[in-house]
T-cell receptor, first 113, second 108 residues
Framework: DTGVSQDPRHKITKRGQNVTFRCDPISEHNRLYWYRQTLGQGPEFLTYFQNEAQLEKSRLLSDRFSAERPKGSFSTLEIQRTEQGDSAMYLC???????????FGPGTRLTVL | SQELEQSPQSLIVQEGKNLTINCTSSKTLYGLYWYKQKYGEGLIFLMMLQKGGEEKSHEKITAKLDEKKQQSSLHITASQPSHAGIYLCGADTPPGRFGAGTRLTVKP
């Protein structure tokens, strides 16, 4: 399967711990996006990369959040000192600049206790 | 930045009824995308609209982008329980923005 994959699918952590999520986009896609989604809401944009460059970050992305895409392929999203309010589904999507449709991964569900 | 407003926020219809979901932008849309999300699952691409007045259909779902390119509608004909889910419109200026979604329930 050559779709977008995310790992892990579920993460339960205690408040104050750091967590890291990984996203593997479709191989020829140069754009990669991160979103956060809470129950009943549409995806909230967090950040996006074009190749390895992080071109935009939402104001939602506090200093505790950091995202990287070091080689322009997979990306990681790290949350430091997690808070209960960070509990959400974290979605990753990829696209090309020629065809701007986003292809979404299955998401990582984070629960902060 | 561009904001996408969807209406209604939720919709409950009887199976077999038609329905329309709207997506309004504060700015001109250069690409408008419709996605569907089943509860607890990922987003599935439905349709992309780029030209003013463009209309596309897939099975019983039709989407249209108005001529001024600031509003799109998604119409479902003869709804079925399989149509239930959250419908999201998205745009790419700036990249990767979505509306809050419309939650559709279809009662058998």
């Amino acid at each position: 399967d050559t779709g977008v994959s995310q790992d892990p699918r579920h993460k339960i952590t205690k408040r104050g711990q750091n967590v890291t999520f990984r996203c593997d986009p479709i191989s020829e896609h140069n754009r990669l996006y991160w979103y956060r989604q809470t129950l009943g809401q549409g995806p909230e944009f967090l950040t996006y990369f074009q190749n390895e460059a992080q071109l935009e970050k939402s104001r939602l992305l506090s200093d505790r959040f950091s995202a990287e895409r070091p080689k322009g392929s997979f990306s990681t999203l790290e949350i430091q000192r997690t808070e209960q309010g960070d509990s959400a589904m974290y979605l990753c999507a990829s696209s090309t600049t020629r065809d701007l449709r986003w292809f979404f991964g299955p998401g990582t569900r984070l629960t902060v206790l | 930045s561009q904001e996408l407003e969807q209406s209604p926020q939720s919709l409950i219809v009887q199976e077999g009824k038609n329905l329309t979901i709207n997506c309004t932008s504060s700015k001109t849309l250069y690409g408008l995308y419709w996605y569907k999300q089943k509860y607890g699952e990922g987003l599935i691409f439905l349709m992309m609209l780029q030209k003013g007045g463009e209309e596309k259909s897939h099975e019983k779902i039709t989407a249209k982008l108005d001529e001024k390119k600031q509003q799109s509608s998604l119409h479902i004909t003869a709804s079925q329980p399989s149509h239930a889910g959250i419908y999201l419109c998205g745009a790419d200026t700036p990249p990767g923005r979505f509306g809050a979604g419309t939650r559709l329930t279809v009662k058998p």
